[in-house]
């Protein structure tokens, strides 16, 4: 079963994706306006058995993907969780002991189909394919034995990247990483169910059917787990947050030359078991 927030004929819906289209849940259960609320309420079951024998209501065509879960209170991104991400920096450093954190506005991703937008301002708009948890139970000091246990589902993520903008200051890369729209999440959510889903899971990025990126969650310098674990201790996790776990070396900034995103690029992120995020790019009018 997947779950997806989208937009059609002004309003905005959270339903179940099928072939066909959307089934819209979200006029059944007024209570939950969103799928944070559903989360928040651990209501994905709920929608699961509303899902089952629903009409489409949208078909394929009359709907826009938005992000999967609107307005969550913290997006917490993890730097340079792989091994061959580690060695891109060339600075003869083993992986460090503790894992790179920063922070994502919501408006900076766009939803399942849409474009990744560069900006006038620079030309160095990168991809980062990923997986993202988001979180169904929340908490604090959250042992990793029992990180899973606060996970309500999966989505993909594409953490598009300035990259000239992320070396403006001294020691964050916030500016490089919040501008509107460049990147994206999604297309859907996909309920957590078992460890299968996350343990050992290939993950690969295509630019214009080019494998750029392609590597396994096993491989996670911090896994995920321990993502949980270390995040919670110096806050606290609610449902809805999202964790962006990591993206695998082969991003566009480290080629020689460098080979950043341009109008008309397709970018597809992919990852078993969750599905394919497909956008492309377009500058900003």
């Known amino acids: 079963m997947r779950f997806a927030t989208y937009s059609a004929n002004g309003e905005t819906y959270y339903g179940a994706v099928t072939d066909e289209g959307m089934a819209a849940l979200s006029p059944g259960f007024p209570h939950w306006p969103t799928l944070r609320d559903v989360i928040a309420a651990d209501g994905l079951h709920d929608l699961a058995v509303a899902a089952k024998g629903h009409p489409v209501t949208h078909p394929n065509g009359t709907f826009t993907y938005q992000i999967p879960v609107p307005n969550p209170e913290k997006i917490i991104c993890v730097g ?151 995040i919670s201790t110096f806050t606290t996790l609610v449902p809805g947050d999202v964790i962006v776990t990591g993206t695998p070396t082969g991003a566009g900034a480290r080629y020689d030359p460098p080979r950043f995103l341009k109008p008309g690029d397709v970018i597809e992120v992919e990852a078993e078991g969750i599905g394919t995020l497909t956008n492309t790019v377009e500058d900003e009018a």
Not at 134 to 152: L, P, T
Not at 184 to 209: E, K
């Open 80 to 230: 340079v969780n792989f091994p061959d991400r580690n060695a891109e920096y060339k600075d003869g450093q083993e992986a460090p002991p503790n894992m790179s954190l920063f922070i994502r506005f919501p408006r900076s991703f766009s939803g399942q189909g849409q474009p990744l937008i560069r900006p006038p301002e620079t030309p160095q708009l990168d991809y980062e394919g990923e997986i993202a948890i988001v979180i169904g139970k929340g908490g604090r000091r959250i042992k990793a034995e029992n990180a899973y246990d606060h996970i309500a589902a999966v989505t993909l993520c594409n953490e598009g990247t300035l990259r000239d903008w992320v070396r403006h200051a001294k020691f964050n890369v916030t500016q490089g990483k919040n501008w509107d729209n460049s990147g994206a999440m999604g297309p859907w959510l996909v309920p957590f169910t078992s460890a299968a889903q996350l343990d050992d899971v290939r993950l690969t990025t295509h630019v214009n059917g080019e494998l750029r990126q392609d590597d396994r969650t096993s491989r996670m310098l911090f896994p995920i787990r321990r993502q949980i674990e270390y």
